[in-house]
């Protein structure tokens, strides 16, 4: 079943799950932008399947290389070539195990993303298969937006975090992190807020 | 030690008592439930959350071709 897991940004109207749509707007309300990470996270997330998918091909030549002493063990490791049917299977069903983890990463990265709107910004986040949250967060009730970009690569590429907290008695935040210029996101939210305000001062 | 017929020290000797065909068919069928049931879950949650984006039917065309291309490398020195 899809999860949609308690939060204190749960709103009630948030999930709807019918027409397929998982939160419907209200009058008057449209999505101004919708979020991702930044192409650079997936790309790191990627890596560990890179590296994974290329250690078959570079251990057999270098313990070749170790074990040239022992003519045996060479000829063990001479097998480790993609001449041998039996590594080429191993090598395939290898590869393709990635593939399918590599897959499932971008999935994730894909459907896991924020929606700003003109009244809220909703987060859904995919955290596995058959375990979704959506929540919203109204932005009537945002009191700070902060921004952090730290790292090199960060910094390069311009993505970082945009946090933003609540007024009221506790005080609490949402943070999106690793997205596409934050700056441009907050001064974005920011805007967004401003405008409520003078709706609701021209009301 | 294993030895072949000309006496030459031969690792994968042990293999040679193997049915081949067998073995790639249990092995292949097998991941093929695995890889059936990932993708139709893959497919299930891109076309129930995913649907309005462009991205879902190319995302998982390829993920179906790239599959196959390995499958099809796995297998491209037993058979045939």
Known sequence: M?????SWLDTPRAVSLDNMEEFPLDAGERVTRTVRKHWFVLLVSFLPFVFLAVLPLIIPPFLMGVATTSPETSALFALLSTSNPWFRLFLGLWWLCLWIGAFNTFTQYYLNHWVITTHRIVRIRQHGFFDREVSS???VKVQDVSTSVDGIFADL??????????????????????????????DLIMSEIAALHADKHEV | MQTGSEGVYDPTLFL?????????????????????????IATYHWFRYGHRSSVAIPALLIHGVVSWLLAGYAASGLIG
């Open chain 1, 2 to 6: 899809v999860s949609c897991r308690g």
């Open chain 1, 137 to 139: 967060f109204l932005l």
């Open chain 1, 157 to 186: 590429l311009g993505y970082g975090c945009v946090r933003v907290e609540t007024a009221g008695d506790a005080s609490r935040h949402f943070s999106m992190d690793g997205i596409d210029n934050p700056t441009g996101m907050r």
């Open chain 2, 16 to 40: 040679r008592g193997v049915d081949i065909e067998s073995v790639l068919s249990i092995g292949f069928l097998v991941l093929f439930v695995i890889w059936s049931i990932y993708t139709l």
